[in-house]
């Protein structure tokens, strides 16, 4: 090395290793060490030295392409990528393999030869493990990744009781899969197999899980591999999923319930170490990734309430399919929200089982990223891909996992290369899309025999024992399926029944039985002053001191609106034991500026959260500004009221109809898990509703795809139009002790509408009413009963009260589901004398609660008075919008010249027309409205 010091150079090195700082920081020391050695040896550079460097460069980039170069594919050749990691690439060759470098340190094997760091990264970086976390910003993480993974070297030096509780499970995994496709032929199961070894690894994460202190696990999959984990990993009894391949009748409540591997399950299983831990698999419908916001709410709730914020003692684990993490965007919507302080559960573990195909699609054409585990560099989570017919190797990346998450409370995530041996589903022919793929798959050995070979060859177990070990585990399986066979029903687990115990299925008597829900007009008084005042040390808007101000006045006044109905619900239900969380995209103000329940503080980012302030022994409220997307918080907010029953959660749609985004979790979550799954949820979902002008999207909640999905009491749909009925509403909501999904029609110029308002006497004293009758008419001279539901009632107050007729009764149904039938035959008795009975709406005839209307009041000669039907919700023209507004009020309250005289029947009738002719017209009217 000439005139250079050779210590010297170590010692600057050494700096540059040891330099806790930053990697970047790091790079600069060095680099300035480079430049003074220039100076001291008077420009007399050393080759030597240059290839340190060199090697460095090599040393990174392993790290940081080394994925694109492993051997984790078992039935396909990898695709090529360029520029390579051979010497030439980084200024090396085959010269410099036998000279030694300081550059050893840096993957903690000291002073090495060139062939001997290859050697180690080759064997770190590009074997059956590819590590994806350079793109990583934060040093610590990156510092703690580079030692656990080269200082293991992706070792998997387990204890032959560890080897043989392996092949254990992965026995199992496959015999399972065997004896099925033998004894159910032709029946559909989404086998694992290709994928077996997810069993040992599930199986030793909750291990590792319980040994750093996790207490709990949740977790979400769909259908592929699922009766494997619930047999296998859940201990779910292999007799009961028997049962439901032959099965006939669901035993208990269940009335249609769902295919046997979309079922959820709970369980507490104990580790080989002696540890107890709670499982519970999710519900899933065919609709892949939907219960990845699901699992994330239950895992928040569990966190919150079970766990005393302790996100150490429970890790989510959700399974993907490669195909599903790739393409569908709720996974995004997720990952998103996984650091966000409404939403964050401490990291979630997730493991994609990558058949490198999806249905038939091949993943070429499934993707545009590298890897379908991309998205996890979102949020620079780690990212291990796994060759899926080394075990050992995924047991080793899951235990490095467990141990990242408890650490740094962040995603991880593991990609597991491996295959789908059939087709979609078993009776699926896959060779019509993927024959060369299939032809490298059908002479491949199953995870099981290869590790057995494996076990055999290093001495741990014998070709007999092996032999023995299959045959008995068929053999008890044999025996599960003769104990199913005697079973007369299937029986499905109710989920997360422990949570559930006090509460059950709602019946006609939940909606029907008055539940007093009033509260002492004093003790209103006194909370209403105290959530709003200010306290003085804040310095807030003064826009906001006049607002707050203005509703200790509406108090004084006893004329409370909206926002303060909801408020003194929520506070109220705070007090009696019942925490509160909403979430949705700008709930804590509200969209149209009425709730403001957190006051930002001027020169700071907190939050004066005036609900916080009810009394020192309420419950918990929350409320969180969403991110913008409807699927992944809906879906998340689902799950969370799931795990808490007694929990008042909200989810706030911005605009009503922006829950259409998320209808995947209202058809196959809100309106049928209880028939599917037998799960209850008391979600309450608040739906902007009203035509005022604002287009076709800022118009409907779309109201009549509630009603098409409402049956036996599963939902319970209310268009409220008072804040004191508001009020009731909310508190029977949590003080019955059955559940089903609240879907709220809100208002949006009724927060601020003069006429709605409540005394606090309604408050006081009542409950929710489900109908409200008008009481300023003169019954017996009533001629037309108008039954309407929401803000449209408060048009038809107007007009009437300016032509100040006594003889039309403005009738509002409050409550669409359950129809209250009792209530409105009560209310047609009462004006039955020569009446004509009209509904009215401001939706097109086909949208709103129309046809569900004309359904439940068929007995009833009932004339429907609404727009025409129409493609689009509203029109986008604010003055044709008044134009067809008007025409339905006018229509309401027109007289005519027919042989009914002095009825308003609304119509353009001709004299002589009978009652029954008259009754089949309809009050529409057409574009140039015109009446037809």
Known sequence: MGNVDVNLIEQMYQEYLDDPESVEESWQRFFQGFEFARTQFNGEFSDAFDKEFKVINLINGYRKRGHLFTKT???????????????????????????????????????????????????????????????????????????????????????????????????????????????????????????????????????????????EFTMAMAHRGRLNVLANVLQKPAENIFKEFEGEEYEGTIALGDVKYHLGYGSTIKTPSGKQVVLNLTPNPSHLESSTPVIQGIARAMIENRHQWDNNRLIPVVIHGDAAIAGQGVVYEVVQMSELNGYKTGGTIHIVINNQVGFTTNYLDGRSSTYCTDVG?????????????????????VRLAVEYRQTFHTDVFIDILAYRKYGHNEGDEPRFTQPLLYKAIANHPNPRDIYSEKLIGQGVMREE??????????????ECLDSARKLSKVSIQHFLKEHWKGY?????????TTIE????????????????????????????????EERRKMIKEDRLDWALGEQLAYATLLLDGHPVRISGQDSMRGTFSHRHAGLVIEGSSENYIPLHNVSNKQAVFNIYNSPLNEYGVLGFEYGYAMATPGTLTIWEAQFGDFFNVAQVIVDQYMSSAEEKWGVMNGLALYLPHGFEGQG???SSARIERFLSMA??????????????????????????????????????????????????????????????????????????????????????????????????????????????????????????????TLWVQEEPENMGAWYYIQNQMKEYDIIPVMRLP?????????????????????????????????????????????????????????????TK
């Open 73 to 215: 594919n078992p039935v396909r050749t990898r695709r090529k990528y360029f520029p390579t990691l051979d010497l030439e690439n980084y200024g090396l060759s085959d010269k410099d393999l036998d000279k030694e470098f300081f550059a050893g340190k840096e993957i903690g094997i000291g002073k090495a030869n060139l062939t001997t760091i290859v050697g180690y990264l080759e064997n770190t970086y590009c074997s059956e493990i590819g590590s994806e976390y350079m793109f990583i910003r934060n040093p610590e993480k990156i510092s703690w990744l580079h030692h656990h993974i080269e200082s293991s070297q992706n070792s998997t030096d387990f204890s032959v009781k560890e080897k043989k509780e392996i092949y254990d499970h992965l026995k199992k995994a496959v015999g399972f899969e065997k004896f099925i496709h033998k004894k159910f032929v032709g029946q559909k199961r989404f086998s694992i197999e290709g994928a077996e070894i997810l069993i040992p690894a599930l199986n030793k994460l909750l291990e590792y899980g319980a040994d750093l202190g996790v207490k």
């Open 377 to 397: 560099k979102v949020t620079k989570s780690p990212i291990f891909h796994v060759n899926g017919d080394d075990a050992e190797a995924l047991v080793h990346v």
């Open 465 to 478: 024992e092996v032999d023995e070990a299959e045959e008995k585990y068929d053999t008890d399986l044999e």
């Open 504 to 512: 059950h299925y709602a019946t006609d008597n939940d909606f029907t």
């Open 517 to 548: 829900t009033g509260v002492d007009r004093e003790l209103l008084v006194m909370i209403g002053n105290r959530v709003n005042s200010l306290p003085e040390e804040y310095n807030l808007i003064s826009k906001t001191k006049k607002l707050f």
């Open 696 to 698: 076709p999207e800022h």
């Open 711 to 836: 049956a036996n009491n599963n939902m319970h749909i209310v268009n409220a139009t008072t804040p004191a009925n508001l009020f009731h509403l909310l508190r029977k909501h949590m003080k019955k002790r059955s559940r089903v999904p609240l879907i709220l029609f809100t208002p949006k110029s009724l927060l601020r509408h003069p006429k709605c308002v409540s005394a606090l006497d309604e408050f006081h004293s009542g409950s929710f009413k489900p109908v409200i009758d008008d009481a300023n008419n003169e019954r017996k001279e009533v001629r037309r009963v108008v039954f309407c539901s929401g803000k449209i009632y408060y048009d038809l107050l107007k007009r009437k009260e300016e032509l100040g007729v006594k003889d039309i009764a403005l009738v509002r149904l409050e409550q669409l589901h359950p129809f209250p039938q009792e209530e409105v035959k009560k209310i047609i008795r009462k004006y039955s004398r020569n009446m004509l």
């Open 870 to 930: 129409s493609g689009s919700p509203a029109t986008g023209l604010y003055k044709l919008h008044e134009l067809s507004q008007k025409e339905i009020i006018d229509k309401v309250f027109r007289e005519c010249t027919c042989e009914l005289q002095n009825v308003y029947c609304g119509l353009q009738c001709v004299i002589g027309s009978t009652r029954k002719e008259i009754l089949k017209q309809h009050y529409y009217f057409d574009s140039d409205n015109n």
